[in-house]
């Protein structure tokens, strides 16, 4: 593959160990990562365009992928306000016991996803610490689309709050003070000055976000009810393809989120780059 | 963390006003406690409902314990191999130039923007008996799908890029002046590697483990397309969770969550004295 970038640049090198670490590292992404990805990938092709459309335009798939992508928008955004807030709380304010809280912000990152799940599970059922109040009210969570909800804005909350606290923390204070002694508002400051130049880290941060809502499953499937074109999210979907031995099925919609991810990470290096040019 | 001084006197004009600073306060600790403690608190509550001798007795359980041995295995093969790979990747990315390395980051990083589901099914497509090596591999008797294989693959995919995006930003802010030195001193590449590199990167090395190994065991989604589910054989903890609360013993899902969530806590405190202790070890992202 780069066969030639080697005998090109190799014999600078004062360093040794460079055939050989990256000749590890190529073997090692190849049969981990690329050859398995490539299986899926061609899959739909054995299919045929037509046979890959039938796989996908079914209600019951469209549905699932509707609701994978459209509540992972949402809790992206939800996870976008909270997060500017928690970062701008965590940077910006002194407070007893701080240090604990940010620690606290990693753990959806660190518990495991099907642990989440029940408990997300067990607190928001009708019987739930919250939703037997929510139920009084006639509001029910689990079991319906909203319990997806939840559940992504839990996942995704790390990833905005850890994107913008790094820039908040860096963001002069002198442009605030100009805003101040030219008359503005406190309240004016965050939103024309401060907000602006966060933007490139919100909405990265709120990309991440999106991204693992849509993939996530185990945090998911205990609290959705799984109903089919109801609450049911896409992952799930390819299991159950999987488990009845559709495996065309179930690459059709491996694919199309597959595709997603490129999609996502081709526009978060974006994100980055306007990121970094902004500061 | 910006040094944000509140000694002088009176309010300076990038303070925020004391109603505001109690609303975003207020609005931030009750988001946190509600959406990420209240969760945590209620799997060590459930898990004692019964009292302790049911959380013990839960978690002696033999299919528990064969849950326990099978996560513990697979992390004990999938993380020393990707720290392995970590190192490799860094140290050719990082050390030496030559042409796709940014192409080649991305690929490194590509795994955790797949979804855990599509990284198990992918190893379904390549094992399974439709698949590429399915046929070769059922005729010889070697078992992937089903069987710890399998489940050690799952888990090598979801936690791949762990330790190569830490230490590839890390060796690559260090520079190659020390290594190089060393090695116009006549030292040898693994004496370069150890004496030189290591001394700087273990801090990085080891917050990196710390959460491949967290992920690693307790990876869900992924495993769980590969496992099988046989109940006391390729069940890991996270898949057990799942049999014993499908199947209403609630005091065993959250014993045995009890455990995982102590695990994550566990790597969250080693990782935030990491964070607070050797920020300037570790990779930028990470200095608070």
């Known amino acids: 593959m780069s066969a030639i970038g080697l005998r090109l640049t190799g014999s600078r090198h004062v360093l040794p160990g460079f055939r050989l670490s990256l000749a590890f590292t190529l073997f090692y992404l190849t049969g981990i990562v690329l050859i398995p990805l490539l299986a899926l990938l061609l899959r739909p092709f054995s299919l045929g365009l037509a046979g890959f459309w039938t796989e996908i335009a079914t209600p019951r798939v469209l549905a699932s992928l509707r609701l994978s992508f459209g509540m992972a928008l949402l809790a992206a955004a939800i996870d976008a306000v909270f997060g500017f807030i928690i970062a701008w709380v965590l940077v910006r304010y002194r407070f007893p016991g701080k240090r604990i809280l940010d620690a606290v912000i990693d753990l959806p990152f660190a518990l495991p996803t099907a642990v989440a799940g029940i408990a997300l599970s067990t607190l928001y059922a009708p019987n739930g610490w919250i939703g037997a109040p929510l139920a009084e009210y006639g509001i029910r969570i689990a079991y319906t689309p909203w319990g997806v909800l939840v559940a992504m804005t839990f996942i995704g909350l790390p990833f905005t709050v850890r994107t913008l606290e790094p820039v908040l923390g860096e963001l002069g204070l002198d442009v605030e003070e100009a805003a101040a002694t030219l008359g503005a508002t406190r309240l004016q400051t965050i939103a024309r000055v401060v907000l602006p130049s966060l933007l490139p880290a919100l909405l990265t941060g709120a990309a991440m976000a999106f991204a693992r809502g849509v993939g996530e499953y185990g945090s998911i499937i205990f609290i959705a009810g799984n109903i089919p074109a109801v609450s049911e999210i896409a992952p799930l979907l390819i299991v159950t393809k999987l488990e009845q031995f559709d495996y065309a099925g179930a690459a059709a919609i491996g694919v199309v989120m597959l595709a997603a991810s490129f999609v996502m990470l081709l526009a978060l290096n974006g994100l980055q780059s306007w990121a970094a040019k902004r500061q | ?288």
């Open chain 2, 1 to 288: 963390m910006s040094g944000f001084s509140q000694h002088h006197a009176g309010r300076r004009p990038t303070d925020d006003p004391l109603w505001l600073k109690l609303l975003l306060g207020t609005l931030a600790i009750a988001f946190i406690a509600v959406l990420l403690l209240l969760p945590l608190l209620l799997v060590f509550k459930e898990a004692f409902a019964q009292g302790a001798g049911a959380f013990w007795a839960a978690i002696t359980e033999a299919d528990a314990l064969a849950a326990v041995r099978l996560s513990l295995t697979a992390a004990a093969i999938a993380v020393p191999l990707n720290t392995l790979f970590g190192i490799a990747a860094a140290w050719s990315i990082a050390k030496f130039d030559f042409p796709g390395k940014t192409f080649l980051v991305t690929l490194i990083d590509l795994p955790f923007s797949v979804s855990p589901v599509v990284s198990g099914l992918i190893y379904v497509l390549v094992f399974g008996l439709q698949g590429w090596l399915g046929p070769w591999t059922s005729s010889h008797d070697i078992h992937i799908l089903f069987a710890l294989p399998g489940i050690v693959l799952a888990t090598i995919f979801v936690t791949f890029p762990f330790v190569a995006r830490e230490l590839i930003p890390l060796m690559s802010d260090q520079g190659r002046d020390e290594e190089e030195a060393a090695a116009t001193l006549g030292a040898s590449g693994l004496a370069t590697f150890l004496r030189v590199t290591l001394p700087n990167i273990k801090w990085g090395l080891l917050y990196s483990v710390l959460l491949c190994n967290a992920r690693a065991l307790g990876e869900f989604g992924a495993v769980s397309v590969v496992s099988g589910h046989i109940r006391g054989q390729t069940d890991t903890m996270p898949l057990h969770v799942e049999l014993l609360y499908n199947n209403y013993d609630y005091v065993g899902a959250f014993a045995v969550s009890a455990l995982l969530a102590l695990l994550a806590l566990l790597t969250l405190v080693l990782k935030s004295l990491l964070e607070w202790r050797f920020a300037d070890e570790l990779a930028a992202a990470h200095r608070h």
